[in-house]
Nanobody, 116 residues
Framework: QVQLVESGGGLVQAGGSLRVSCAASGRTFSRYTMGWFRQAPGKEREFVAAIRWSGGITNYADSVKGRFTISRDNAKNTVYLQMNSLKPEDTAVYYC?????????WGQGTQVTVSS
């Protein structure tokens, strides 16, 4: 299975920026659809962004559209989420996921906290 490890979370002031990363195992990373989800305490995990293997097709939740950018570096088996103009409501644990052969894999998550 695909093993995913997120990093780059932390504390940032509202209006600031942060980039989280997800390193993936597997020999076919370039074939995976990759995504980011987030989960705040007491809430369901919600979709944030996704990127197809080509890197040319991306999808974003309306709540982050125009502020967040998902990208991938297939040579490094890594997907990134650049988060700009952060808001306190962006505070959550951010999870990376990978879709491979019809199976979703999840990382352990990285905490992002945005202070007002």
């Amino acid at each position: 299975q695909v093993q995913l490890v997120e990093s780059g979370g932390g504390l940032v002031q509202a209006g600031g920026s942060l980039r989280v990363s997800c390193a993936a195992s597997g020999r076919t990373f370039s074939r995976y659809t990759m995504g980011w989800f987030r989960q705040a305490p007491g809430k369901e995990r919600e979709f944030v962004a996704a990127i197809r293997w080509s890197g040319g097709i991306t999808n974003y939740a309306d709540s982050v559209k125009g502020r967040f950018t998902i990208s991938r570096d297939n040579a490094k088996n890594t997907v990134y989420l650049q988060m700009n103009s952060l808001k306190p409501e962006d505070t959550a644990v951010y999870y990376c996921n990978a879709l491979s052969q019809g199976i979703l894999s999840w990382g352990q998550g990285t905490q992002v906290t945005v202070s007002s």
